[in-house]
Structures are given as C-alpha cells and as structure tokens.
C-alpha cells in the first residue's frame, strides 16, 4: 500500500521487510530532494501505510 503511494507521488522506493529506504541519483538538484522529503512526510503524516 505504501509503495503504491510513493510511486503515486513519483518516487520509488525499496522495501526491505518493515523499513523502506530510497537510493536518490549522487547528483540531485533541490526540487528532487524536495520531493523525496515531501512524500515521507506526508506519507507518515497521512498514515498511507
């Protein structure tokens, strides 16, 4: 449910039992970094899990 979320929002993540993690590009420019920190948040916020 969560991943469906975050792929909703763009980002895509990796689940690895109860944890999730993201491998963001090396090189990212703030609006990427924006994007990934906006879709944890909300997505704990929210409760999308």
């Given at each position: 449910k969560i991943q469906a979320y975050f792929?909703?929002?763009?980002?895509w993540i990796r689940p690895f039992g109860k944890l999730i993690y993201l491998m963001p590009p090396?090189?990212?420019?703030?609006?990427?970094?924006k994007t990934?920190?906006?879709?944890?948040?909300?997505?704990?916020?929210?409760?999308?899990?």
């Open positions: 792929v909703e929002q763009g980002v090396y090189i990212s420019d703030d609006t990427s970094i990934l920190c906006d879709a944890i948040y909300n997505a704990i916020n929210n409760k999308h899990y």
